[in-house]
């Protein structure tokens, strides 16, 4: 067990400062000299020449690659060019919006699609099941930030129940605040649970194809206590494995749908420092998201083994 | 009274008959054996009494278990019967089992279902139950997980699932068809005092007619869902009035005619094997450390000379099919040399071995897996025309391919046809041209009749026999089942633990034994005249 | 995890006898056939030009001579939606060839070398899967500039890893069957072993693989002209023109709701066609039955 878990923990941090680096390098290739935006078109050569020499811009790359991994260590990733502020106070701010934003939708798309999986895979070939799968089928065809649209005009515009966009913030209460984070949290969420329910469906059939249920049915267990006590552990891993792969979907997503929503999270911050070129800003979030998909991998990774003795005791 | 009644049983799935009027009763402990080939409906015929049938199945006649009228009985009904009063094996070990619970939580499962008993009572009965079967807590704790438990003991783990609260009647679908001989010989012992102790009756179920003879009392003979002959199993066997019963014995017993044996030690040897090692890497325990490495083929020497057939027989996991990878340079030896024709082919390039791989070919155990679903077979047949030097026109190509289908019994026009058009049978018959289509001097044959039906097996083995005899090609025949290596080899190695404990001529060697390993494997294996003989002793 | 691939035994015509009795399938190539039709149309011909802007005809509802409405310069949403297709297809399915193109060479070969040479290739696929495809779009087109042709670059990187993984997975299922084995016997290499027995056996993977990524490539891209990265104006595209549409939702809400549905229905189609296929090739699915 503990090799296999070492094993991940490596993987993981080899990723990581992969990523960093891959995240570093790209930014670099990008045209455009910030200390040039950072003081304006009116500024002199030399006065460019100094704020790079103060940035360290100058330095060789190496070294300005293990300033900035450094920096981001201590949680220290430098001044935003555009808003002459610490990033970190930047990803604060916004962060209290993004995160809520994107567990809500995880935890609302795994309750709607596990029991429907469930419910689906007890009773394939059947009406509900017809039924279930074919909404899924279109839920999974809908893009969210449509989805988004649909139901800020049927919500917002039409019932006039939640806001149409816009985030009045912690500070004016919870429930303001969560409510203005629903309708995006739903339009998050319903496309993923779509595909989340066809996996766990999925996995169960093939679960319940199985030698040991027959064995498991043999014993006397009726279906319903066969699924629940056999099936269903062993069909979480697939599970989990998609489970994981939806968190950077949705971490992405959220990039969209905070942009439908006006929701000042980090999705919206990382879109407008790109069009701003506030590349510490965007090498900083990038950074951020990067590394909280790969720390989900790792915690699907160690559930794996919680989940499959096989693994405690292999490698 | 009998315990298990069936009378004028017919199943369908959709509008495919299985089973047409089936007629058989089991009485408390007594031990019925169904016998049939694949196809025969033995195992849909378990799963009727069980009602564990697929869904488009559809059941007519009578089904009585112990006076309930089964195929009448609801869900619920067959929930308390199954498991209680009704056990079953399976025939695969390794699946059989939840691999995400213990074996204690398994076999506890039933116990507690059916008796509402407490966690720590069921726990205790199930520790009994695995104790009885041969996995005594002190080795065996109710924590382990199946997959750390090996097939055998997986299967003894089915065995105390199935038997934990002592049911009336047990069925055992083919219980021992994954397993080697010996463990299969411990795992009918087991049934056999199972059976005594408890009054149980045994459906057994099998394809194979020296083990139904050694276990049953009486036999039914099935065939395309019909019931050919019943009876008294050493009555029904010794005389073989039914015709089907008859070719089924005599598939079992026979031997193939080789009218010219070979010699081990005329002329120059084929093939030399001196002092081959295979080692594999120990698992890794952690990132610095691994477990010691397993040997899996420990110092074997052997030789084979041209025209000569020789068994390596032995128990599974004793390194044969090892070594039949290495000799085929389908796997690297750790050191040691292995020759052929006199040339070394250990530590040589795939284009150095293009001349040995010429005349050097294999078959395989499964008829299924060893073809390309994908391709054709005359491209099948052909795959060894790779190594000839000169690649032949594709005209000279199909007439080399049909020619090595004649020989083996199959048409030209079979060439055109992918291999799910053929039968097992024929399967086989296509990986023996394919083997012999470059005219090898050396076919290594793993298992190659171990996944056929007996009439299917004997037909097999004349084949083996008479290309033997027409084309001079010397067989490594690879096995675990005796009476294979007694029907068509000269010679026999018997291995274990990764080294060759015993060689000599194969009726000496299987006559009088000398090693353990031999002795156990020769003890182990059931043998038809041996049962029938037996059985006739005991009723006098 | 392991993967389980069973390989259909069947002939053409059997196959094919199938697919015409499956629902899925015939729906999905129903679907499919009709949007690259009006795609392929829309070269020839659309209701009315979708260059030309007329004011005076702008944000009018869905009616008799505009069956979709227009839009807010008076362009027909049909034409529009129609051209849009094309864009919507291209990049999709370009995608989906550089994905295929390079991800299952290197997932075969991963799979054919095992050792050292997998271990790499696969941690450079998670690399690739820890950065979040659509940011990493936005990130590369943001370097590169906005445009279709960069959009597919973006979208097609990240079906490389998709594809290598699966076909390393299927190749895995294959090499140790015993016809491979057969096949080693008699002399062949990796190379070609992989060439002519591998993959076409986990072509049917790669080709269900395939309809999803595609089903995908237009979700993304369509993401990726919302957010004004994708194809540049006046070309339309599906999610530019949502885009266009977001500010006017509450006067013209069928600027939304009829490009979103193009979308949807390409999407369901190609997402239905490739569980049909599934469903026809994989016995295992149809065991479930």
Redesign the interface.
């Known amino acids: 067990m ?2 296999y878990l ?2 991940r923990l ?2 993981a941090l ?3 400062v ?2 960093s680096m ?1 995240v570093f390098a ?1 930014l670099e ?3 455009g000299d910030p200390a040039r935006l950072m003081l304006g078109l009116n500024a002199s050569a030399d006065q460019v020449e100094v704020l790079r020499n103060q940035m360290g811009l100058n330095a060789p790359l190496a070294i300005r690659y293990l300033h900035w991994a450094g920096g981001l260590l201590s949680l220290d990733f430098g001044r935003s060019y555009t808003y002459s502020v610490p990033v970190i106070d930047l990803v604060r701010e916004r962060i209290v919006v993004s995160l809520p934003l994107a567990l809500i939708a995880l935890a609302l798309s795994t309750i709607i699609a596990i029991p429907v999986g469930l419910y689906s895979a007890s009773r ?2 059947r009406a509900g099941d017809a039924i279930a799968m074919g909404a899924t ?2 839920g ?4 969210n ?2 989805f988004a ?2 139901l ?2 049927l919500f917002a ?1 039409w019932l006039r129940l939640v806001p149409a966009g816009g985030f009045p913030g912690w500070s004016a209460g919870v429930w303001p605040a969560l409510k203005s984070l629903l309708l995006p949290a739903v339009a998050l969420a319903l496309p993923q649970a779509a595909i989340l329910a066809r996996v766990a469906r999925s996995a169960l ?2 679960v319940l ?4 249920i ?10 319903r ?1 066969v699924l629940w ?2 099936a269903l ?2 069909a979480m ?2 599970v989990l ?1 998609i489970l994981g ?1 939806q968190f ?2 949705l ?3 959220t ?2 749908i905070e ?2 929503f006006y929701l000042p999270g980090l999705g919206r911050l ?2 407008q420092a ?2 701003q070129r506030d590349l510490i800003v ?1 090498e900083s979030v ?1 950074m951020l ?2 590394a909280a ?2 720390a989900v ?1 790792l915690i699907v990774d160690l559930s794996y083994a919680v ?4 693994l405690r ?3 | 009274m009998s315990l298990l009644e069936i009378e004028n049983l017919s199943l369908a799935i959709g509008d495919t008959p299985i089973l047409k009027g089936v007629e058989l009763s089991v009485a408390p402990g007594e031990v019925m054996g169904l016998v049939g080939e694949s196809g025969s409906g033995k195992s849909m015929t378990a799963l009727t009494v ?1 009602q ?1 049938l697929p869904f488009a199945a559809r059941a007519t006649g009578r089904v009585t278990f112990d006076g309930i009228d089964i195929l009448a009985a609801s ?2 009904q067959m ?6 009063d009704i ?2 094996v ?1 025939q ?1 070990p390794m ?8 074996i204690g939580e ?1 076999v506890a ?2 116990i507690r ?2 008796t509402r008993s407490s966690r720590a009572e069921a726990e205790d009965r199930a520790r009994k139950m695995l104790d009885r079967v041969g996995l005594p807590a002190a080795l065996f704790p109710l924590s382990r ?1 199946p ?2 438990l090996s097939g055998g003991q997986r299967q003894r783990v ?1 065995i105390a ?2 038997c934990a609260l002592k049911p009336k009647l047990l069925i055992a679908d083919e219980p021992t068809t994954a397993l080697d001989v010996v463990l299969q010989a411990q795992i009918l012992d087991l049934l056999r005092d199972l059976v005594v102790e408890n009054r149980m009756g045994l459906l057994l179920i099998s394809h194979d007619l020296a083990v139904v003879t050694e276990m049953a009392d009486r036999i039914t003979i099935l065939r395309h869902g019909e019931v050919m002959e019943a009876g008294d199993t050493a009555r029904t066997l010794s005389e073989q009035l039914h015709p089907y019963t008859r070719q089924l014995a005599q598939a079992s017993m026979h031997v193939p005619a080789r009218p010219r044996v070979h010699e081990a030690g005329q002329g120059k040897p084929l093939l030399q094997v001196e002092g081959v090692t295979r080692d594999y890497p120990g ?5 610095f450390k691994r477990a010691t490495a397993v040997r899996a083929v420990d110092d074997v020497s052997l030789s084979i000379a041209p025209g000569q057939s020789v068994a390596l027989v032995g128990r599974s996991g004793c390194g044969k099919s090892t070594l039949a990878r290495m000799i085929l340079a389908l796997d690297r030896s750790t050191s040691g040399t292995i020759r052929f024709r006199g040339e070394t082919i250990t530590g040589k390039s795939e284009a150095e071995l293009k001349p040995a791989r010429r005349d050097m070919q294999v078959v395989f155990q499964d008829p299924y897996g060893s073809f390309d679903p994908r391709q054709k077979v005359e491209k099948l047949v052909a795959e060894p025309l790779h190594v000839l030097d000169k690649k032949p026109a594709p005209a000279e190509r199909r007439e080399m391919v049909a020619h090595a289908l004649h020989e083996v019994g199959l048409g030209p026009r079979d060439m055109d046809k992918y291999p799910h058009e053929f039968s097992g049978g024929q399967r086989q018959r296509l990986s023996i041209a394919r083997a012999i289509i470059t005219r090898p001097k050396l076919v290594v044959a793993d298992e190659p009749v171990s996944a056929l039906d007996v009439s299917i097996r004997a037909q097999i083995l004349d084949l083996f026999a008479e290309l033997n005899q027409k084309l001079g090609i010397a067989y490594l025949f690879i096995t675990h089942d005796l009476t294979v290596a007694r029907a068509i080899t000269d010679e026999v190695l018997v291995m274990h633990d990764g080294r060759i404990v015993e060689r000599g001529k194969t009726s000496e060697v299987l006559d009088h034994p000398q090693s353990e390993a031999a002795k156990a494997l020769v003890a182990a294996a059931p043998d038809l005249h041996r049962a029938i003989a037996r059985r006739l002793q005991e009723q006098g | ?1 392991t993967l389980h691939v069973d390989i259909p035994e069947e002939t053409l015509a059997g196959i094919l006898a199938k697919a015409f009795r499956n629902r899925s399938f015939l729906i999905g190539l129903v679907i499919t056939a009709l949007v690259a039709a009006v795609a392929i149309l829309s070269y020839v011909w659309t209701p009315y030009d979708v260059t030309r802007l007329v004011i005076s005809d702008k944000t009018q509802g869905p009616s008799l001579t505009h069956w979709f409405g227009t839009d807010h310069f008076g362009r027909d949403i049909l034409s529009m939606i129609m051209v849009g297709a094309r864009n919507s297809i291209a990049v999709a399915l370009v995608a989906v060839g550089i994905g295929m193109g390079v991800g299952v060479p290197l997932g075969a070969f991963a799979a054919a070398r095992g050792g050292l040479v997998d271990e790499v290739l696969m ?1 450079m696929n ?2 690739v ?7 990493s779009a ?2 590369i087109t ?2 590169f500039g906005p445009g279709a042709i960069n959009a597919i670059i973006a979208i097609g990187i990240f079906n490389i890893p998709v594809f290598a993984r699966v076909a390393r997975a299927g190749a895995l299922a294959i090499w140790p069957r015993e016809f491979i084995l057969a096949a080693r016997a008699a002399g062949k290499g990796s190379t070609l072993i992989t060439i002519e027995h591998i993959l076409p056996n986990i072509a049917t993977l790669l080709l269900v693989q395939g309809t999803i990524q595609f ?1 995908l490539g237009i ?1 993304a891209e ?2 990726l002209s ?2 004004g990265l994708g194809a540049q104006p006046p070309m339309p595209s599906w999610g530019r023109m ?1 885009f266009d ?2 500010t006017r ?2 006067v013209a ?1 069928w600027m ?2 009829f ?2 549905m193009a ?6 189609g190609l ?2 066609l490739g569980d049909g296929i599934a469903d026809i090739l994989d016995p ?1 699915s149809r ?3």
């Open positions: 503990t090799a070492l094993k490596i993987i080899a990723t990581l992969l990523a891959v790209v290739i990008i045209p394939r070939g089928q279109f999974v065809a809908v893009p930030f449509w649209l649909m800020i005009y515009v059939i093939e194809n199985e030698d040991y027959r064995t498991a049915r043999a014993k006397g267990l009726p279906y206590a006590r056999h552990r062993n891993i697939p494995t792969l950077a979907f971490l992405a997503g990039i969209i942009n439908v990382v879109f790109i069009t965007v990038v998201l990067v998909v790969i991998n989940v499959d003795p096989r005791s292999r490698q | 069980m564990l869900e619920d929930c308390a019967l199954r498991g209680d056990g079953m399976f695969e699946t059989a089992l939840n691999p995400v619970k213990t398994q499962e039933g279902w059916h997980y997959h750390e089915v699932i199935a698992r890794r325990m952690s990132l | 995890m941690r998670d690399l899967f820890a950065f979040p495809a659509l940011l936005i990130m943001a370097i089903a979700l369509a993401g919302y957010v949502l549409a977001q939702m509450v809400p939304a709701i490009p979103g979308i949807v229905v390409t999407v369901l997402n239905l295992k065991r479930q039955r």
